[in-house]
């Protein structure tokens, strides 16, 4: 398996422009989540769903943040407007509930800098 | 809700020496606990999990810890260090349902000395 994809990578965007973030879980993972990490505040949740519903966005900072999970092999993050305090990583991580594992599996993350 | 405690945000150790990185836990709830690492500009890797059972707990690269009921603790012990462990190491909670989401520790940057 190809493990958590996230894209882009890298992303560099000036203020005020719209920046969507992707991830493909693994395949036949049915919950999904959304971290950031700054300096700040370490790593913390922003959003997570379950069977590709929305669970828990209370971390969700404001309404300019946005995330879907259309169907059970992909989902966007979305800023807009984006501001130079969303700069940050943004790592995805998926996990079977009720696996055998019981450990979810982080992406590479995207490293997101708003100038 | 649980909250992750990591005591040292900083671990400079010299190569081959023992290291132990603190993490303490609040939870009214059973948990599962974790450590990660993440070398510089990657991801997080999994190092070890405990989830029920042997309260001592052996990981990938030569690392365990143990859960301590009583005191909250799930510590990381490494008996000898090596350059490559340099990075930083991260603490982390979940309710005992898997599909919940980690809380985690701020961090503990393990720095390795030749």
């Known amino acids: 398996d190809a493990g958590v994809i996230q894209s882009p990578r890298h992303e560099v965007t000036e203020m005020g422009q719209e920046v969507t973030l992707r991830c493909k879980p693994i395949?036949?993972?049915?919950?999904l989540f959304w971290y950031r990490q700054t300096m700040m505040r370490g790593l913390e949740l922003l959003i997570y769903?379950?069977?590709?519903?929305?669970?828990?966005d209370s971390g969700m900072p404001e309404d300019r943040f946005s995330a879907k999970m259309p169907n059970a092999s992909f989902s966007t993050l979305k800023i807009q407007p984006s501001e130079p305090r969303d700069s940050a990583v943004y790592f995805c991580a998926s996990i079977l509930s009720g696996g055998a594992h019981n450990e979810q599996f982080f992406g590479p993350g995207t490293r997101l800098t708003v100038l | 809700a649980q909250s992750v405690t990591q005591l040292d945000s900083q671990v400079p150790v010299f190569e081959e020496a023992p290291v132990e990185l603190r993490c303490n836990y609040s939870?009214?709830?059973?948990?599962?606990l974790f450590w990660y690492v993440q070398y510089p500009n990657q991801g997080l890797q999994l190092l070890l999990k405990?989830?029920?059972?042997?309260?001592l707990v052996k990981g990938i690269n030569g690392f365990e810890a143990e859960f301590n009921k009583s005191q909250t603790s799930f510590h990381l012990r490494k008996p000898s260090v090596h350059i490559s462990d340099t990075a930083e190491y991260f603490c982390a909670v979940t309710m005992n349902s898997g599909n919940t989401p980690l809380v985690f520790g701020k961090g503990t940057r393990l720095s390795v000395i030749a």
């Open positions: 395949s036949g993972h049915n919950s």
């Open positions: 939870s009214s709830v059973s948990v599962y």
């Open positions: 405990y989830l029920s059972g042997s309260t």
């Open positions: 769903f379950n069977n590709n519903v929305p669970i828990d």
